[in-house]
């Protein structure tokens, strides 16, 4: 059988439509192809590489609401110029443009609203992903006081649902705990001991302790600061992870 390929836009194009070099695409480009050969992912491939950034929990469910939000043609496989157009806005995009992502991928039925069970939804994702490592344990009625803290901040109009527009207002206010909220409703661990009145602390991920890189000290840090790194491994990864406060998506 011969295998049907796909080849993605010129890269001239793709750089004018990104936020990424023609060197740094080359380099996701790559690495794209060596996980998925056919110049195509499907969901079950998705799951899969997924599933290795989370080896104690169930990332499966978190993975399919991802995997629709970098699908944005609907057909069940994404390509390489939708993985790294999401991957731009995710990582160098602006505040708005980062937001408006994540809202669609919170958005689950693509009405244009988030209702209460879509958000229930990605927070039970999100604590199975995490799953034994998460701190405090989860229980039972932990989800629902999230969701009720998300609702309380962005349902300006009580309507039961938080459009687009109220969801950026309430991520862009600068009181601080607009930010708590703003960081729950994009899956952000908080790391403070602060309490608040605005709903239980959100969890922490304590993943296993890993020895230090001992070869990384080998090799000094460039002294060229001026020039941009292309994405790390460990970025791409996080890129992907809306979930921890250590992400550079976290929006300050």
Not at 95 to 118: A, C, P, Q, S, V
Not at 219 to 231: D, E, G, L, V
């Amino acid at each position: 059988m011969t295998m049907v390929c796909h080849r993605p836009e010129g890269l001239e194009q793709l750089e004018a439509q990104t936020n990424f070099t023609k060197r740094e695409l080359q380099i996701l480009y790559r690495g794209f192809k060596n996980e998925c050969p056919s110049g195509v992912v499907n969901e079950e491939t998705f799951k899969h590489i997924y599933a290795q950034f989370f080896p104690h929990g169930d990332a499966s469910t978190y993975a399919h609401y991802l995997f629709n939000a970098f699908d944005t043609t609907n057909n069940g496989s994404i390509k390489f110029e939708e993985f790294v157009m999401g991957l731009s806005t995710l990582l160098r995009g602006t505040m708005r443009e980062k937001l408006e992502w994540t809202f669609h991928l919170y958005d689950i039925n693509n009405d244009g609203y988030i209702n209460r069970e879509e958000m229930t939804e990605i927070v039970r994702a999100i604590y199975d992903m995490m799953g034994k490592y998460t701190y405090p344990a989860l229980k039972g009625d932990v989800p629902k006081q999230h969701v009720d803290a998300f609702f309380q901040k962005m349902d300006k109009n009580k309507a039961g649902v938080v459009t687009l527009e109220e969801f950026i207002v309430a991520c862009q206010e600068s009181d601080p705990r607009a930010t708590r909220v703003k960081h729950l409703a994009q899956g952000h661990v908080d790391r403070s001991p602060t309490k608040s009145k605005w709903g239980p602390e959100p969890a922490t991920y304590r993943p296993p302790a890993q020895a230090p890189n001992r070869q990384a000290t080998n090799h000094p840090r460039s002294s060229n600061s001026s020039q941009r790194a292309a994405p790390q491994p460990s970025e791409l990864q996080h890129s992907v992870l809306p979930t921890f406060s250590s992400s550079p998506l976290r929006m300050k």
